[in-house]
């Protein structure tokens, strides 16, 4: 492989801001911001903290250290009983979490990802509606029921990367599934909790890619897979802060 060749560009080390910030503090930037930005509303019930960390790619103890420091600064409150848990708080405090601004500060980091994504989904989709597996499409419908049938952000977010990394190993190519996994790992590392009910919309899409694929339609395949990611590009946190700086 060549210095600046494509493949290189989509190796190269990128999202320098936030590789300075150690796992804990990701976590409390992310769900912090997700707080900021109303994505998680105040007196909502977060995931268990297993599913917390497994979504964030980070160990339990963690993702539960951030929780108990969410709390002090007064973004989260931990409830006891039956009806408790680590919730939302009512009144979120804001400006507390001053990691978010590392995450704030690579809004350009994010849409060149973005961007690789865009390249490297249309044609993964392209390439698994002529050559997956039936028991590769057997699986992606069983994720997107899973997806249906999920009860928080961190159970979704768990089933939509091994949707996507599934989709990626039925093209039957694993270069192409390598690069692709390797532009996915680093966005989700700016993925943030999202409300289920636009989580849920973002299902309906995968469902209609399964369905181009069960049908070897390579053309809507990539034609599902663009719209898929430039939904993604108006709604991940960088659309939202810029959305809100408009208005």
Request: net charge neutral; aromatic share 4%; glycine share 8%.
């Amino acid at each position: 492989m060549t210095p600046g060749s494509p493949l290189t560009a989509l190796r190269a080390p990128a999202l320098a801001g936030i590789r300075r910030l150690n796992a804990l503090d990701t976590v409390r930037a992310r769900i912090a911001m997700a707080v900021d930005l109303g994505l998680l509303q105040p007196g909502e019930r977060l995931p268990p903290t297993g599913e917390i960390a497994r979504a964030l790619d980070v160990g339990e103890m963690t993702a539960r250290r951030a929780l108990v420091a969410l709390c002090e600064e007064g973004v989260l409150e931990r409830r006891r009983g039956r009806t408790g848990g680590t919730l939302v708080a009512p009144r979120p405090a804001g400006g507390r979490v001053r990691e978010i601004a590392a995450y704030q500060a690579a809004a350009g980091d994010v849409h060149r990802l973005i961007d690789q994504r865009l390249l490297l989904e249309c044609g993964t989709a392209h390439l698994a509606a002529s050559n997956a597996a039936r028991h590769q499409i057997g699986e992606l419908e069983v994720l997107v029921a899973r997806m249906d049938q999920a009860s928080d952000w961190a159970e979704f977010h768990t089933c939509d990367e091994r949707f996507h990394m599934t989709v990626a190993a039925a093209t039957g190519l694993p270069s192409a599934a390598e690069q692709y996994g390797l532009v996915l790992r680093e966005l989700y590392r700016y993925y943030l909790p999202y409300p289920l009910s636009h989580l849920r919309e973002s299902n309906c899409e995968h469902a209609e890619l399964v369905t181009a694929l069960a049908d070897r339609d390579p053309l809507k395949a990539a034609e599902v897979a663009r719209g898929h990611v430039e939904a993604l590009r108006r709604t991940m946190f960088v659309g939202l802060a810029e959305h809100g700086r408009d208005a």
